[in-house]
Every structure is written in structure tokens, then in C-alpha cells.
């Protein structure tokens, strides 16, 4: 409460202040409405704040003051020279009181009634007798003594622009004094070297204390979401906890002002998009009270925010199904992104799950708005979320944005500045010591293998332009960054120093350039740009900023279908003969489980895997289960709820090669052979092995094909995993397949003129579906007459007659390969007439 009471203090003198002149204008011009708006105002924000504070005595006679003044702003009663002189007195008063409340803490003694009942006569209309009655015994009061009071602090209010102006003058001391050391380092005097040591420390106390007049708790941009809050639940027919904390925890009042409105953007999507209502909370098992939690404090020199709430989580394949849907990316992109890659898609300008627009959100601005305000001031922003247990954003930023720690490193002969905040890591490549980690390449692409992944890599020099394309050092630093959910390294030259630097603002000439953040002055006098690593990675395409996604649609729908592309391919090793392949885009994620946490389901090995069980098969024949201290390797394959682990002995290696596949000699499980890395390997069928963990892993909603040979078809099916699981089994079957995620991108390929001698298409597909596309063939062009499969788990007679009535030559369940190699040979040999 000292704290409200300094703060109430300080602004009722200033109020008081403003009311003496306030109020001998109005006793000039009476009838001045705005000022007698703005002295009304005065005197009931002082009397409301004394209520709240319990200063009973000072309520008593604001609010008496109140009263007249109330009148006069009605034009019920006339503005008198008597009734300014009373008011004017019961300001004295109210000085008097104030004063001795900030000698001692509490409201001293006095006797008030005279003057309130000369103000209440007054209010009544008897203004010329109650000021006579009263003036007496004012001017018979002592005046208050002249007491610096224990409990009020000395302060006093100075504009931003002055505290602004400090802070510029104290950055310029920073850069004079960083200059004065390097001077001193360069000519080792010792005669300056102790007063450039005392001046270093005062002007880093200097810094500090500067810093402080800035500086302002968080809670200032958290004072209007309780209200908010309420507010939202009561819209919503929610009930919501809001749960605060660390709200002292301070921070540049600069930065403070760029995070206050993603702050409240973000509580607002917690409590629309994340809680649930009462009846879906309590069905669910939970409180029927959701709760939002705010956190804030100080790490490393950095505020960390969070977040969070215990809602339903954020639905990831909705965000899938969206991504997809606006062209962010293809599917085959999104089988090969982890579950983190995909909800970062929330950032991309315009997304939005939401079903319907309402007040509060669904218009999908926002989040895209709350990454970029973030990244403006060198910030971060990550997202942690579980289905069904709720969502938490982390956000870092910097302390403050003057004046900031950073790596001075240099490329292609040019000196830059690398803020500190987005450095995880320095690591030295090359170099002739063992071990030391050295910059590979896949394709023309450079890699860092940095412990249990692999690291893409950003020249610095390639980027700038500071060196030919291509020529990316083999031997120098990496410095490891985190953007978001996205690590990268940055490939540098040299490595000098860390120095604390004063950020100057990017010359307008250069601010279409987003690698760079701003500019500063080194010791030696030389200017050199600030790094921004969010800019770096989105200019060489690290992370899913979406960008291209316009390119993407405005492609034309050939671009990329030819069969003799690049497949990444993931090498395994399983029990005897070669190694092992599978198409990566058909793993979900590489596990290696702790041998005791596999469990026996009747004869089937299973393991608790995010919340059910999923079953584990072996590629190698006999399998025994290891010894606890042991650990197994198992690739993980999803489709929808459904997982399904393959146990295999060691991965090898991830390899980008043109996948040509030899028919096999019909072994059980695998689809033929292939020379892969200039070894003879084994290409697995997945399907084999998927159908081992149970029948219903092909009678889901959701299944695919997609293929490769001689006759070129073209599939159009909605899953990317089921697109990969086909292409190898039809490739070793002899056919030259494209693959398509939606019947919109095919019907492009017709009007571009792309031939096939057959299509395969699922029937079940969102915006349109196979029934639809049947249609849209039959109905005349180029295609009018291509043999057309139906691919679906729906193989009811009904289904069937409905399929064949649109136009389909023939109809398959999914995913039976033998019937469907079997209707292409069928329909390739009696093709639909036109």
C-alpha cells in the first residue's frame, strides 16, 4: 500500500496544482464549460482515490467540494466569486491534510465540519453566507508546517522525451568510452590505463541508472486483462481464471509499449480459441474453470513471457488441413514436418481454424501481427502444445532495445554485429584438431551433423554477396542460432569479441534489406550493421515463414512431376544382407525407445506411445526382446490416430538419390532392389509391414496411392502418406507416376496438356471430391476418355454403383496393391471409349 500511497501522493499534488489556476479562470470566464469540466474531474478523481485508500477524512471534504462543483456543471446553481473562494479554501484544506500525510504516514487530526457544512450550504444555494461562516475559521488555521515526509519518495514526473534524450547522450558516452579502451588496448599506455578503467565503471553505473528511469514493471501492460477477461468470458459463456504472476518484473518502457498489444491479442486467442466451455470441460474431466496463466521474469539478461492455458491445445491437423488448403505447403512437405514445424503455421499472415467470424477473432490477423512486432525488437516467439491439455506460447525478448549484447564476427572481410540473444551456440569447424565437426553438403546445400542432428546451414558471405555462390567456407565458426521453433547455424569467418553496442536505427536506403536490424559504432570509430537472425532465416529459407507461397500457386501444376526426381531415402540396417530403404516422407519420426518401457500385448510387442499403444514389428526375422539397459531403434509411421513402429537394428543415413527399383524375387515385405549411395539396397514395402500391425490400418478414412513407370499416371489423393506408401509398389511395377494432393491441381494439368495413359483418384477429399472430378472429366476435354480409378476404403456395392455412375472405369479398395496393379493392366488394355 506505501507504494499506491506515494503514487496517489504525487498525483494529487499535481492535481492540485492544475486546480488552482483551473479554478481562478473559471472565476473569470463562469461560464467556460470545458474548464469546469476539467475542474470537476480533478476534484472526483482525487475523492474517488481517497476512498480507495480509506483516507476517510480527505474523502469527506473532496466530496463536499464535489458537490458544488456538481452543480455548477448542471447549471443548477451559478459560478460566484464567493463559491470559487470556498472551493479554493477547501483545496487549502485538502493541501493541509495532504501534507500531513506525508509527514506521517496517516491522515493527521482536524475538525472539518465548519468547512463542510459551508460547502454543503453552498451546494443548497446559500454560497455568499456559508463562505462568510467559513473564512473565519481558515484564516485562523496555522499553515501546514514544511516537513521531504519519511513515507513519500522525492519524485517528480519528467516527459519521455527527456529521458529519451538521456539515453541518447549515454549511448554516445558507451561508444566514446568502447572507443578510449580499444585505443588503449591498441597502444598499451599505462598512464591512462587506471582513469580509463574509473571511467568505464561510471559510465556503466551511468548506463545502469539511466536504464532504470526506463524501465517499468510488466504489470503496467497487464493492468487490462482482468477486465478483459471477464469481459471475454462473460461473451463466450465461459468461466476463466486469470492467473498473473511475476507482474514486477520490469522492462524497457519502449518495449513495453511494442509487446503490450500481442500481449493482449494472445490472452484474447486463450480464452476464445483455447478454453472450452463448462459442459466440454467437465466432459473432458476437467475444473469447469479454465484458467490463463501470465508469467514474466528475467533470464540471462533477457524477459521471458509465458502464456498459456489449460484448453483443448491447438488442433494440429486442422492446421494441416489449412496449410494445405492455402498453398502454404504441398503435402509432401507437410508429411515430412514434425508436429512443432506444423503449428508454427498459426504465424502466416491471414491463417485461421476458426469456423465462423465473430468479435473476438477468425479473421485471421493477428498472430502473424503478434511474430512480427516480436521479431521488430529482436525477439522470439515459441509454441509449446498438447491436445486436450492446452497450448503456451514463450516469448524472449530483450531487456531493452538501446543498448545490447552482441558478437562482433566477421564474413567475406566484412565486420558485423550477431545480437546475443539468438546464439545458442559457438562451434568451430574444421581445423586440423580430431573430431572437431566438419560443414558437409547434401546436394549443393551445406549441413552441420551437430550431435543427434543435422544442422541446415547459412553462409553469412553467400548471403550478403560477399563471396561467389556456393563458395561456403569449410573451416571457421558456426554459430547456432534458435528463430522461433527453428535452429539453423550461421557460417562465419571469424569470431572477435562480445561488446556491448548501441543500436542505431537502419538508414532508410537500407531498410528493404531485412538481414539487418541496425547499425553501430565500434570502438575503432568504424560502423558496422547489426545481423537480424528472424531476417536471415527467412532470406535463405529456413523456417515456415510461408513465404512463397504466392510462387507456389501461381507455378504451373507440371512444374516438378517428373518421375525421374530426387527421393530422400532413409538407410536402415535389419538383420543380414544389405541395408534397408524407405522413402522418407513415409517416417513420421525416428524414436529409440529404452528397451523396458516395451511391453507385451498377447505376442505383440507394444510400447506407450503419446497416449496409446502403439505396436512394434521387426524387420529382422525372430526377434527377442533386448535387455532392459539396452535400447531399440524404431522408424514411426502415422496416419491420422493411427502409429504403427518398425524396430530396426541402426539407422544409417538419410540419402537424396533418384530411386530406380529392381523387381525383387518376391521375399515377403520388401518391393525390389535399388543401388543407393553406389550400394546394392533393399527397398521395403511398407505396406507389408504396415499390415502386420492390423488390418484397419487400410480401412480408415483417410488412405492413398501414388506411383512411377512406363505408362505415366497420375494420381490425385489427399494424403501424403499414402502417396508415398504407393509410388514405390507401382515404380517396381513398371509405371511412370505423378503425383497430385488435390483434384484442382489435376484438372490444371489437363488444361496445360499434360498426357497420362490412366488417373487413380481417391474418392474421399476435401473441397472436391472424386465424384466431382469423375465428373469433370467425363464431361469433355483432353482427358475425356483416360481410363479413371477409383481408390477408396469405401468398397460398399452402393459406393461402387455411385463411383461407376460418375464416370470411374474401375473401383479399388484401399489399399490393395495386387487389385490395383490388376485394374491398370486391366483398363490399360480396354481403355473407356469416348
Request: net charge negative.
Given at each position: ?784 476418355a483416360v481410363p479413371l480409378i477409383a481408390l477408396s476404403s469405401r468398397t460398399d456395392p452402393a459406393d461402387i454403383a455411385r463411383g461407376r455412375d460418375a ?28
Amino acid at each position: 500500500m506505501d507504494d499506491l500511497l506515494a503514487d496517489f501522493l504525487t498525483e494529487t499534488h499535481e492535481g492540485l496544482t492544475a486546480l488552482d489556476s483551473a479554478l481562478v479562470r473559471l472565476e473569470r470566464t463562469p461560464d467556460d464549460q470545458p474548464t469546469l469540466s476539467e475542474v470537476f474531474r480533478l476534484v472526483h478523481t482525487i475523492k474517488g482515490t481517497c476512498g480507495f485508500l480509506g483516507l476517510s477524512r480527505l474523502e469527506a471534504v473532496a466530496h463536499a467540494a464535489e458537490n458544488v462543483l456538481g452543480r455548477y456543471r448542471d447549471g443548477t446553481l451559478p459560478v460566484t466569486a464567493g463559491g470559487i473562494t470556498l472551493i479554493l479554501s477547501a483545496l487549502d484544506r485538502v493541501k493541509e491534510i495532504v501534507a500531513g500525510l506525508e509527514a506521517s504516514g496517516s491522515e493527521p487530526a482536524g475538525e472539518d465540519t465548519p468547512l463542510i457544512a459551508a460547502l454543503n450550504a453552498a451546494a443548497e444555494g446559500q454560497v455568499e453566507t456559508a463562505a462568510a461562516a467559513a473564512l473565519p475559521a481558515e484564516a485562523a488555521a496555522d499553515p501546514a508546517p514544511e516537513q521531504g515526509g519519511a513515507l513519500a519518495a522525492q519524485t517528480i514526473r519528467v516527459s519521455v522525451e527527456v529521458l529519451e534524450d538521456l539515453m541518447t547522450l549515454v549511448s554516445e558516452l558507451v561508444l566514446t568510452r568502447n572507443q578510449l579502451l580499444q585505443l588503449a588496448r591498441v597502444h598499451q599506455s599505462d598512464a591512462f590505463a587506471v582513469p580509463l578503467q574509473r571511467l568505464s565503471h561510471i559510465t556503466s553505473d551511468l548506463q545502469e541508472g539511466v536504464m532504470k528511469t526506463r524501465m517499468q514493471p510488466i504489470g503496467t501492460a497487464w493492468a487490462k486483462l482482468p477486465r478483459l477477461v471477464r469481459d471475454l468470458a462473460h461473451e463466450l459463456g465461459k468461466k476463466i481464471d486469470l492467473d498473473m504472476r511475476g507482474a514486477q518484473t520490469e522492462l524497457d518502457r519502449q518495449v513495453l509499449e511494442l509487446i503490450r498489444d500481442p500481449l493482449t491479442h494472445m490472452v484474447r486467442n486463450s480464452g476464445d480459441h483455447g478454453l472450452e466451455t463448462p459442459a466440454e470441460r467437465r466432459a473432458a474431466g476437467k475444473p469447469e474453470t479454465g484458467r490463463i496463466m501470465l508469467n514474466a521474469y528475467h533470464e540471462g539478461g533477457h524477459i521471458i513471457i509465458e502464456i498459456g492455458d489449460d484448453g483443448r491445445g491447438l488442433p494440429v491437423d486442422r492446421i494441416r488441413a489449412k496449410a494445405l488448403a492455402n498453398g502454404l505447403a504441398t503435402e509432401a512437405e507437410l508429411a515430412q514436418m514434425s508436429e512443432r514445424e506444423i503449428l508454427r503455421f498459426i504465424f502466416a499472415p491471414g491463417f485461421s481454424t476458426a469456423q465462423q467470424v465473430t468479435s473476438v477473432s477468425g479473421r485471421g490477423v493477428g498472430m502473424d501481427v503478434v511474430k512480427t512486432n516480436i521479431e521488430k525488437i529482436g525477439g522470439t516467439v515459441e509454441l509449446v502444445s498438447k491436445e486436450g491439455r492446452g497450448a503456451t506460447f514463450t516469448i524472449k525478448i530483450p531487456l531493452t532495445l538501446a543498448i545490447v549484447s552482441a558478437l562482433i564476427v566477421e564474413a567475406g572481410g566484412e565486420r558485423f554485429a550477431l545480437p546475443q540473444i539468438g546464439v545458442v551456440e559457438l562451434v568451430r569447424v574444421g581445423g586440423a584438431q580430431d573430431g572437431a565437426p566438419r560443414i558437409e553438403r547434401i546436394k549443393d546445400a551445406p549441413v552441420l551433423r551437430l550431435r543427434d542432428r543435422l544442422l541446415p546451414l547459412v553462409s553469412l558471405a553467400g548471403l550478403l554477396r560477399l563471396a561467389p555462390p556456393g563458395d561456403a567456407a569449410t573451416e571457421g565458426f558456426v554459430a547456432v542460432m534458435q528463430v522461433g521453433g527453428q535452429a539453423f547455424g550461421i557460417i562465419l569467418d571469424r569470431v572477435f569479441d562480445t561488446e556491448e553496442i548501441v543500436v542505431k536505427p537502419v538508414a532508410p536506403i537500407l531498410r528493404h534489406v531485412t538481414m539487418f536490424s541496425g547499425n553501430t559504432i565500434l570502438g575503432d570509430g568504424s560502423v558496422i550493421m547489426i545481423l537480424d537472425p528472424n531476417g536471415i532465416g527467412r532470406a535463405a529459407g529456413v523456417g515456415l515463414d510461408a513465404g512463397g507461397a504466392e510462387d507456389r500457386r501461381a507455378a504451373p501444376a507440371a512444374a516438378g512431376l517428373r518421375s525421374d526426381r530426387s527421393t530422400s531415402l532413409l538407410l536402415f540396417r535389419a538383420g543380414e544382407g544389405a541395408p534397408k530403404a524407405v522413402p522418407l516422407g513415409l517416417v513420421a519420426r525416428l524414436e529409440d525407445i529404452p528397451a523396458e518401457r516395451i511391453e507385451m500385448s498377447g505376442t505383440t510387442p507394444v510400447v506407450q506411445y503419446r497416449g496409446g499403444l502403439m505396436p512394434l514389428v521387426s524387420v529382422a526375422p525372430g526377434w527377442t526382446r533386448p535387455d532392459d539397459a539396452a535400447r531399440q531403434a524404431v522408424l514411426v509411421f502415422t496416419e491420422n490416430d493411427r502409429a504403427m513402429g518398425l524396430m530396426v537394428e541402426e539407422i544409417l543415413d538419410v540419402i537424396e538419390e533418384r530411386l530406380v527399383i529392381q523387381p525383387g524375387s518376391g521375399r515377403s515385405g520388401f518391393i525390389g532392389s535399388a543401388v543407393v549411395a553406389g550400394r546394392v539396397t533393399e527397398v521395403i514395402d511398407t505396406a507389408h509391414w504396415l499390415a502386420q500391425a492390423g488390418e484397419d490400418w487400410f480401412r480408415a478414412a483417410r488412405p492413398a496411392a501414388t506411383g512411377a513407370a512406363r505408362p505415366r499416371v497420375l494420381l490425385v489423393e489427399d494424403s501424403a502418406f499414402f502417396r508415398h506408401l504407393v509410388v514405390p509398389g507401382l515404380a517396381a511395377a513398371g509405371y511412370d507416376v505423378a503425383a497430385v494432393e488435390n483434384p484442382a491441381i489435376a484438372l490444371r494439368l489437363r488444361e496445360e496438356g499434360v498426357p497420362f495413359d490412366a488417373v487413380i483418384s481417391d474418392i474421399e477429399m476435401p473441397e472436391m471430391d472424386g465424384i466431382a472430378f469423375a465428373e469433370a472429366l467425363r464431361a469433355g476435354g483432353p482427358w475425356s476418355a483416360v481410363p479413371l480409378i477409383a481408390l477408396s476404403s469405401r468398397t460398399d456395392p452402393a459406393d461402387i454403383a455411385r463411383g461407376r455412375d460418375a464416370g470411374f472405369t474401375d473401383y479399388v479398395g484401399k489399399y490393395d496393391r495386387d487389385a490395383l496393379l490388376q485394374s491398370l493392366r486391366d483398363c490399360l488394355a480396354a481403355p473407356v471409349a469416348a
